[in-house]
């Protein structure tokens, strides 16, 4: 099913850097639900990383690591910025 508000974010990236665009296209995201989708994929997504990796006998999973949680460090940010403290099993252990 198609948003009411698609044709509107369409427009508005078309010339995202014009006024209060970005700020208009960012609000439409968050309440059609794209931000939630994406972040709870993203969730889902590092959580099943983690435990892959943490079967997986390599020699330096170090490096690894550091990569899987540099991919989700935005997400944790976004959380941080909104003052709220998600289900730490799902987040890096850095955070």
Known sequence: MEHPERGRLIELCKNISAGDALQEAQGILIRCG???YCVDALLRKHQ???TILGKLTLSNKG???ALID???APVCKLFETLGYTPNL???PRAY
Request: net charge negative.
């Open 34 to 36: 794209a931000v939630s």
């Open 63 to 65: 490096l690894v690591t």
């Open 48 to 50: 099943a990383a983690q």
């Open 89 to 91: 099993t799902l987040l």
């Open 70 to 72: 540099e991919l989700i």
